[in-house]
């Protein structure tokens, strides 16, 4: 058996099956950027239908990022490259639904920008973890992070075609979406560091459990 691939040859169609759905996040997500970023003249003709578009492509991204791992664990075909294809995916496709939101003045630019810091810090963070013998498993602020900003994502599209009494929707989207990605940072941070400190024989270095 390959190490990075499902056991058993019987697997394989199921297993593209969901590194397809896995991947799609990220061409869906440059669709999505096309569809609302503005083009000189054609945004004007563009935004208006164009934010159906774009919610029904989020609403594809989103479910697709919840299928992919049910279908994993009921069809039993977990894999290393399916572990890492999952958040790779999941960063891509998030940090370029938000740079287009922000591109396009739904939201500031700043926040894909954090979002990336964020995403680049953890993925160091696990590299220690894995070298340390422990689960790179996502962590319950990085779920809860999953969650934020896929609900911040349609509330700062939608927000702004809502009537003016929801104006204060896309800000408050924002900071929310800006503070539990700072908190996961910050949560896989602190549990990275005592890791940087800590002494080990040589001699049984890679063994622990």
Not at 61 to 71: K, R, W
């Amino acid at each position: 058996m390959h190490r990075w691939l499902p056991a058993g040859a019987g697997a394989t169609g199921r297993w593209w099956a969901v590194m397809g759905l896995t991947l799609a996040r990220i061409p869906l997500s440059a669709v999505f950027a096309a569809t609302i970023v503005p083009f000189g003249e054609r945004s004007e003709r563009l935004l208006g239908k164009g934010v159906r578009v774009a919610a029904a492509l989020l609403a594809v991204i989103e479910i697709t990022d919840g299928v992919d791992g049910f279908l994993a664990r009921r069809w039993r075909v977990p894999s290393k490259l399916g572990a890492i294809a999952d958040p790779y995916a999941d960063s891509v496709a998030r940090i370029t639904v938000y740079w287009a939101l922000a591109w396009a003045g739904y939201t500031a630019l700043l926040l894909p920008l954090v979002m990336a810091i964020r995403d680049i810090s953890v993925a160091y963070c696990r590299l220690v973890w894995i070298d340390a013998n422990r689960s790179p498993a996502a962590l319950l602020s990085g779920k809860l992070k999953a969650v934020a900003q896929g609900a911040g994502a349609f509330a700062l599209l939608l927000g702004a075609e809502l009537p003016p009494s929801w104006s204060w929707l896309p800000a408050a989207a924002t900071w929310i979406v800006s503070a539990a990605t700072c908190a996961s940072g910050i949560d896989y941070g602190a549990r990275t560091v005592p890791l940087l400190f800590v002494n080990e024989d040589p001699k049984t270095f890679g063994k622990r459990q």
